[in-house]
Every structure is written in structure tokens, then in C-alpha cells.
């Protein structure tokens, strides 16, 4: 008789488990993100990671590659068209608007959490990816988009990322210019059909402004030549994009001007921008956003200004570790024990004290018996700078045995009552 074996199954492509070994990371990211939003008066929003389909098709564009190709849609059981959010601004502007808080008012928000896009999965992009973002609504003049962009180089500075990235700066003007500027450049495109790739002829009608950001080196040439965005801007969107330029120069912030960047979604106006780095290889942008003037008022809204960012947190601890800029952090201080089975109850109540004393202590209490040898085994595979150890003996003479595992400091038998002052003398994270 043949036995038949259950097939594994296995997570969707692109789309990760955060391992306990690799959490930390993230935590001690996620840990200074939350701190710099509070310190730049951000609130922090959540919204749902599922959204009705055309808020998604209505802000990012029809015609971008992640609403054509990249958005994970599918009918729900009243038969309506749902999707996983691809990005965070849509969401944000939705949730704004309806919960009345673009009302006479102005707004910081910040978010982080999973998006979703159906791309080919590679070093640096997945299916399944995470962003921290921001979004302010209500806010006209460039202090806001500086304040944004302050904010970002502040973290790149107190990571030690801050000479690893290099921002990226345009504007693409008003929607009025861009109509305009798009005219000249189809015309030039045209001139030049016999350069085009597949891809370029394809936006040639739908989306001509991405050919720019277009990669082959094939058309580097043709694409160097014409016309600029930059040259072709409305007045008041010159004047914002130079006192943008006049802040970050006050405040010491090096750009490049990129007259090519496009963004890939088309609710940009004015301001865009990309923080990139070259040590990730191709997925080098970590982090990119702009000023989205036209969106509420798109999506039904009274017209309000807006301007945020997104950043890729799986990008940005890849670099960190690439660099190795995450310090190692032991999972725990303490590790307890007892002997041998018969001073389990003493243990747990001592583990128990100990955490109410020191609500700082990382304390692990040894679970599942075994030998003491192999007792031993776990306290130095936890991490713990030292193991605390509970047998017959301490427990008659209410004292613990303290035995360093990382250097070799004599083992002490402490009083129990002591052993709180101890523990704080010597650990090393004391508040
Ligand atoms: P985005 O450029 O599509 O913009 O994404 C922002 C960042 O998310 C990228 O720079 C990258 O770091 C990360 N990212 C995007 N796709 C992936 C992927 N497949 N795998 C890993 N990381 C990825 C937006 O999403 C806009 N909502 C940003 C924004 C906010 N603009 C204004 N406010």
C-alpha cells in the first residue's frame, strides 16, 4: 500500500516571513520611525488594507503600470471589486476625507504597514512589502514639502544612512503646464519613432511622460535631448520649486536635480522626489513622494494640497544591514532556572517577583525540564548576559546562584532579597 505524502504548503512568491531572528531589526527601525513622528507632530493613521478597486484606478492612474499590471483585485462575495493596497496616499486621502478631517484643517499623518503589488519578485522588491509614509493636507507653500523632506534626511542622519542616499528633486508643475509640456514632448517622441522601444511607443498616447524615466540605453541618447519638463513649468510653480531649493540649501540638504523623474503615479503635481542609494543594486530608491495637489478634489473632495512620502522598509534594513549599521541586541538579560524539576514553583514565582520589580528586566524563565546539562545549554543560546539558577539549596537559604555566561565573573550565591539591586548594578541597559 502506498503511503501518500501531504504536499507542503508553501507561502505565495514575493511575499516574506519576518523571522524572529530578523525581527529585532525591524523593531529597532519601526522603534526610531514612531519616535521621529511624534517629534515632527505626525499623528498616525490606519487604514484598511483592503479598499473598493477604483480608488485605487482613480488616484494612481489607469493607465500606470500598477494599476494595468500590479494591483491584487478580486471580487468579494457581493460580487464587488476589492483590491490589496498598493500604496498608502489613496488610502489616506480616502480615510481624510471621510472622516471629515481635511475639514477647515490641517493635517500630519503618518502610517506603515503592508502593500501589495503583483511585480516580478527580486532583491529589494516583493509582492508583499512594507512602508512607512506621510502625508500632510492643507498646506499651499514649499515650507511644508522642505519640512517633509527635513524629516526624511533626519532619519537617514540619526541611522548613519545619511552619505549612503542622495536626493533626487523636480517639479513637475501644474497640471495646465504638464498638459502643455506633454504636447511638445509627443511631438518630439514622434520625431524620433525610429528610437522608440515597444514600451515608449506604447505611452507614446497613454502616458508619454514615463518614456523619460525610461532605463534603455538605447534611447539614453534621444531621451537626453528633449524637451525639459523644467524649462516648460508655470509661473508659481517656478517660484515654489525655488524657495523650495532656497530652504534645503539654508537647512544644508544636498539635492540633484533630475529633470527625468517622473514618478510612477500619476497624482503628482510641483514637487517630486526620490531618495536613492547604489549599494542595493537596481531597487535603489528607499524612499520617494511629492506634492499631489489635484488628488482630494479628484477623488470628490473641497481642493486641498497635499504632499507626503512612502519609504521602503525592506529596502532600508537591507541597506542597514549591507552596511552594518543595526547594533546586535541580546534577546534577553536574564535567564532562569531552576535545577532540577522540584524547583519549578520556586522559579516561576521568582521570575514573577523579579519582573514586578524590574519592570525594565528581559527576563526568560526556562520552560520543559530536561537535564541540566541541557538546562545550561538553553540559558547560554538565549542570549542572556546571565543565568540565574534555583536548586534545593538556594531555595532553603532563600538565595539564587548568578553566573555570567558572557565573561568569566566568579558565579555568586545573592539573597533573593538582594537580587533586584544586583541586577541593576550590573546589567548594562539599567534605565
Ligand atoms: P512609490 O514610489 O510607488 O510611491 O513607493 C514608495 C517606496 O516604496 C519606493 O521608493 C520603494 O522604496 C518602496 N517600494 C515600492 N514598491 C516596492 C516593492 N515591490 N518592493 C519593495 N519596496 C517597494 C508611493 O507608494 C507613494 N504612495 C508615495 C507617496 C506618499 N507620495 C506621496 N505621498
Redesign the pocket.
Known sequence: MSKSVAKKIQAIRGMNDLLPSESPRWQFFEGIVRQLMQRYGFAEIRTPIVEQTALFARSIGEVTD?VEKEMYTFEDRNGDSLTLR?????SCVRAAMENGLLYNQTQRLWYQGP?F?H?RPQK????Q???V???AYGFEGPDIDAEVILLSARLWKELGLMEHVTLELNSLGSSEARAAYRDKLVAYFEQHRDVLDEDAKRRLTSNPLRILDSKNPAMAEMLDGAPRLLDNLDEPSQAHFEQLKAMLDAAGIAYVINPRLV???D??SRTVF?WTTTALGS?G??????R?DGLVEQLGGKPTP???????V???ILLLETLDLIPDEAGSDVYLLAMDDTATVAAITLAEQLRSELPWLRLQLHCGGGSFKSRMKKADKSGAAYALLLGEDEIAEHTVTLKALRDDQAQQRVPQAMLAHTLSERLPNTP
Open positions: 500598477i498598493p500604496e498608502g496616499t489613496a502593500m503589488r511585480e529589494g522588491r516583493y509582492r512589502f512594507h512602508q509614509g506621510i502625508e514618478r510612477g503615479l497624482y503628482y526620490e531597487q530608491t528607499v524612499c520617494a513622494g511629492g499631489y497635499g504632499v507626503g512620502f512612502a519609504m521602503g525592506e529596502r532600508l
